[in-house]
């Protein structure tokens, strides 16, 4: 059986839900049955087929190209880092490693060398947590999702939450609060449309209405962040209408407002009624005034 050093800078929270003293090391004896053994560090090859996939996995997608490169590699130089299970009675159920198991399914492999550790149900999910945070990269979404599940099943408050993974109070309440913004921006987070920074600045905007029409800006437009930025800013700073006021002043009435004086050089007034119809006035205080605006309209 081959020895196996661990490596160390998994992290302070990875690391201490890995502690030797809980792991159950077997060996694989000549008929294929487990045999329980006290060896610490060694590592134990399991048939593939009897690993069932984690439960608590926050990755959702994997990419195929991806995969198939692993995939690739996996046939030429083997398996290099162990996957992480527990035993589940006569089955083995993934803790870590849901990448490197998918990979090594696809080139072919029949057994895959494996950690197996004795785990409760919130050691796995934080374990599960920890490890592809820390390695794999998930997207914002799904680490919210992740974060809210280890508030929900482990019973953690954000600030004991934050401490697991290496991060503070106010960086995990800002991912859980990507869970109240609409699902078309949740998915268009998810899918990369638009990045963790437009989402921070859509997070601090709190109508729903106007959330969905920044997001619509940012995709017609291309927005930066710092645009963004400017954007929610203006739009937060935009002004409760009065209850006599007309329909017409709307948020989105305002800006379109704002952009037209912007353009004209002049105040615009922009009148709606409630039934659509409306009226742009732009005034003027010479003749060269009018003109200057007439050449803007190409009139």
């Not at 020895?3 to 694989?28: E, I, Y």
């Not at 072919?108 to 919130?122: C, F, H, K, M, N």
């Amino acid at each position: 059986m081959t020895s196996f050093q661990r490596k160390t800078g998994l992290g302070k929270g990875l690391s201490a839900l890995l502690d030797d003293t809980d792991v159950v090391h077997p060996n694989k004896n000549i008929n294929g049955s487990l045999e329980q053994t006290a060896q610490i560090g060694s590592i134990s090859h399991v048939n593939i087929n009897s690993i069932e996939t984690n439960p608590y996995q926050p990755r959702t997608e994997f990419d195929q190209v991806a995969l198939n490169e692993l995939s690739e590699s996996i046939k030429i130089q083997g398996l290099i880092q162990p996957i992480t299970v527990r035993k589940q009675g006569d089955k083995f159920q993934l803790i870590s490693g849901e990448r490197r198991l998918r990979a090594s399914k696809l080139a072919g492999l029949t057994e895959i060398p494996a950690y197996i550790r004795s785990v409760d149900d919130q050691q796995m999910l934080e374990m599960a947590l920890i490890e592809n945070i820390q390695r794999e990269n998930l997207n914002a979404i799904e680490v919210a999702l992740s974060f809210q599940m280890m508030i929900d099943e482990c019973r953690l408050k954000p600030e004991q939450l934050g401490e697991r993974v290496g991060k503070n109070r106010t960086t995990v309440s800002n991912y859980l609060r990507l869970l109240k913004l609409p699902p078309v921006i949740q998915v268009a987070i998810r899918d990369g449309k638009i990045s963790m920074g437009h989402a921070r600045a859509l997070i601090s905007v709190e109508e729903q209405e106007k959330q969905l029409y920044i997001h619509q800006e940012i995709l017609a437009k291309g927005l930066s962040v710092r645009k963004v930025e400017e954007l929610v800013r203006s739009i937060n700073h935009v002004q409760v209408k009065p209850k006599n006021q007309p329909v017409g002043t709307s948020f989105q009435y305002q800006k379109l407002q704002t952009d037209l004086a912007t353009k004209f050089a002049t105040k615009v007034k922009l009148k709606v009624k409630e039934n659509g119809k409306g009226a742009i006035e732009i005034p003027f205080v010479s003749n060269d005034d009018l003109n200057r605006i007439l050449e803007l309209l190409d009139w």
